[in-house]
T-cell receptor, first 112, second 120 residues
Framework: EDKVVQSPLSLVVHEGDTVTLNCSYE??????LLWYKQEKKAPTFLFML????IEKKSGRLSSILDKKELFSILNITATQTGDSAVYLC????????????FGGGTRLMVKP | DGGITQSPKYLFRKEGQNVTLSCEQN?????MYWYRQDPGQGLRLIYY???????QKGDIAEGYSVSREKKESFPLTVTSAQKNPTAFYLC???????????????????FGPGTRLTVL
């Protein structure tokens, strides 16, 4: 059974801090890993990672994948209160089912 | 505007009643998905459909039913058999792999705004 585990479950930091969110996975026939940010409603797409060691970057957010150790990290530098959200990691496997397996999420709160 | 819409935004149901949640997309996506999210938890897959008139059970299909009569619509019915239906329901869609030119297009799921169902 495919499994995606995120840590920590929740995190409280102050504005300006740097945070690292973790996602480890056990998936048969890995295809890609996605990160989403969920505020009050629908998750919004952040990154898709398919290759090991290649950092994806968007502003203060960056992410990298390690396919040998089966994990990914999401970094947020110089955090702002607007970064407060649940961050979800999800993995596609390449089997015919075309399903995405989600982790439980990390709840980040950034205090002023 | 292209996107995914869900209705209603909030829904209240009495025990023993069936309710149907709507999901419509005009992105011309082949695949559509229903997820359930409970407080403090990630998304769990209920049903998904890769093509019209075909759908597959996800991890927690018991007590739910779906139909896919049109490409743009994938309604979810929460039946009275679902013992604990109070949750946030999210619909998503994506292009089916093999029918798009870019890997990003195939693997990104786009989400609707969600329906919060409360059983009274």
């Amino acid at each position: 059974e495919d499994k995606v585990v995120q840590s920590p479950l929740s995190l409280v930091v102050h504005e300006g801090d740097t945070v690292t969110l973790n996602c480890s996975y056990e998936v048969t026939n890995f295809r890609s890993l996605l990160w989403y940010k969920q505020e009050k409603k629908a998750p919004t797409f952040l990154f898709m990672l398919t290759s090991s060691g290649i950092e994806k970057k968007s502003g203060r957010l960056s992410s990298i994948l390690d396919k040998k150790e089966l994990f990914s990290i999401l970094n947020i530098t110089a955090t702002q209160t607007g970064d407060s959200a649940v961050y979800l990691c999800a993995v596609w496997n390449n089997n015919a089912g075309n399903m995405l397996t989600f982790g439980g999420g990390t709840r980040l709160m950034v205090k002023p | 505007d292209g996107g995914i819409t869900q209705s209603p935004k909030y829904l209240f149901r009495k025990e023993g009643q069936n309710v149907t949640l709507s999901c419509e997309q005009n992105l011309n996506h082949d695949a559509m998905y229903w997820y359930r999210q409970d407080p403090g938890q990630g998304l769990r897959l209920i049903y998904y459909s890769q093509i019209v008139n075909d759908f597959q059970k996800g991890d927690i299909a018991e007590g739910y039913s779906v139909s896919r009569e049109k490409k743009e619509s994938f309604p979810l019915t929460v039946t009275s058999a679902q013992k604990n239906p109070t949750a946030f329901y999210l619909c998503a869609s994506s292009i089916v792999r093999g029918r798009a030119s870019a890997a990003r297009s195939t693997d990104t799921q786009y989400f609707g705004p969600g329906t919060r169902l409360t059983v009274l």
